[in-house]
């Protein structure tokens, strides 16, 4: 089953600094038939005015996982982390017993970014942040494992589920494979580009849903950059 949900079909909030389109359930914005793809509960696509963002605020038992699209965003935390995320690289943080943060563009242009939530394996952890380059070129025609919680995948950020991110940038024509075990759940989103998705098409920001298929085959149709969860059953 690939159910391509279109980008204007999304969730959405708008203020002076913060324009949000919401996947799945989430603030203001609910819909019973998106309230979670297996164990992703949220994927939001942020635009973030420059100088501004999210003030500090908390979290509990949720692994969350931010992809910069375009921009910067800088992190801050009451365990004493701070960092600043580019474009293309990938952040982390596992709320466990309890995160306070910030997020905040401190650049001159719009920050853009990919923000997702896994429900955990585990509760009641020490909360954490890392996050980790991962350049473009590396992940030129091959899926790339961001972040994940499956011990084969070495090199990726880690989280606390059976689950990975992964992501990769194509030319037009190139065709990547992702293997789907039984039981699993899929969920694809066009950072940039034109795709189709065995054969069905997708654009830039539109989501994918995906379960039930043994393996997918995603194709570029011009210049592409693509993220996806791979997740357990919740």
Known sequence: MIDIRPFETLGAFQND???????FSFSGYHDEARNHWGA???????????????DRHGHKDMEIVTYVRNGAITHRDHLGNEGRTNAGDVQIMWAGRGIQH???????EPTQIFQLWIVPNQTGIAPGWEAQQFPKGDRSGALV???SGRAKDKGALPIHQDAAILAATLKPGQSVRHALEPG???????????????????????????????????????DSEVLLADVPKL
Do not use: C, M
């Open 17 to 23: 600094w913060l324009k949000a389109h919401y996947h």
């Open 40 to 54: 992703l509960r949220v994927w939001n696509d942020d635009t973030i005015k420059p100088h501004t963002g999210f």
């Open 102 to 108: 910030e997020e905040q563009n401190l650049e001159s």
């Open 145 to 147: 494992t961001l972040a």
């Open 184 to 222: 699993r759940f899929l969920y694809l989103v066009p950072a940039l580009g034109r795709l189709t998705i065995n054969g069905l098409s997708a654009k830039a920001r539109d989501g994918v849903a995906i379960t039930g298929e043994d393996e997918v085959t995603i194709t570029a149709q011009e």
